[in-house]
């Protein structure tokens, strides 16, 4: 399982053949590989994509190629949930049975209750193989030291990526998430011992900048580095865990994330009429996998995504994708629609709120034509006056709308050691 053939570490790509392949082989590939899932939900069966094929008028040979998915109802995270209390104890959507798979996992359980992820042993060299792409395209090779701190146990993220790096031949460095200072500083020290080739670029970022800064850490003794992340929607990366931990991942020219098309078919859909929009306009990230043991079909992520399939200049001849963020954290203020990234972007433009981390959350509005409230921490050293109607101008300027800021003392927003909650209902 370990063992992918060793590479050049000067050649272009990681998989060159499946990653340069002409755009009409990869089609013919993923209509091969859609019309053996289709098959196999009636043949397994899979009684919750048969109910959901027949309800559609399918039946095993009437969905041919990618082109049809159009035809088949989406299937949301609720439905899994739905499907996993009636038909205990994993659900009804599996393609394989519990005991051919060799890894479980949860969701985080951040919105609802938790889904079980499985998988078997191919499910994972899929996803391994994907991870490879993706590293290999921003650079890193076999033999670099990777950190990561995701959380671990029953959430399946942290031994995921943990096996992804071994697979592709990088030192695996995982410390604890910072769910504490202490474990923040477990994470510190270890970083100062063996320095991470690859900065830590996860969520928790942030507090690791917070703590280091806590305890008279140099951020550049401990491998800490703000990275220089572009402004604008992020480059599509995953479809979560659930569905494809490793499904894209962005080249050295920035235009989104090449997808892994022979692993899966990713829509952008009009979720008013089902059907996928133009190219290079707005709309649900709807996911397809295929080519791996469990499969979902039509699987809508609640997130808004965007495709776009004109050549990308490093060769690499997949669509690519723009990732719109989740529609749960969608604000709805003043006629606009905002993304957390959308409001990042601006506040990370006053320094006096950034050092040593931002940290702020809003209220999600209750009413369209309501100030949108906004509640910052402001940052170490600084009591300088004036700092909210700075970031209430600067809003008005970049996003046009209009926001109470209330700008809060050092510590009083809570911290999270992974994916922090910055929309709050109150
Ligand atoms: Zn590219």
Redesign the pocket.
Known sequence: MLDPAPRDPAQRFWDPEAQTMPPDQRRALQDERLRDVIQRAFSAPVPFFRRRLEEAGAGPGDIASVDDLDRLPLTVKQDLRDSEREAPPVGDYRFTDLHQCVRLGTSTGTTGTPTVMLWTRHDLRVEYECAARSWW?MGIRPGMVCTHAHPGYLYGGGLMLSGAYEYFGALNLWVPPPDTDELAEQALRMWMRIKPDVPFMGFALARFFEVAAKLGIANEDAALRIPNLPSGPPAMATAGAECFAFLAG????Q?GG?IAEDYASVQAVDRSTGRQVPDGEWGDLVVTTFGRDNCLIRYDLEEACRVERTP?????TTA?GWWGGRYQDLIRTQGKRLQLFDLEDVLRALPEICTPSLEYVVVRPQREDAPLAVRVERGDGTGANGTDDRVAQLLRERLGVHAEVVVMERGSLPRFGYKAIRVVDS
């Open positions: 395209r962005a080249c050295e020219q235009r090449h990308c200049e490093c060769g690499e690519r």
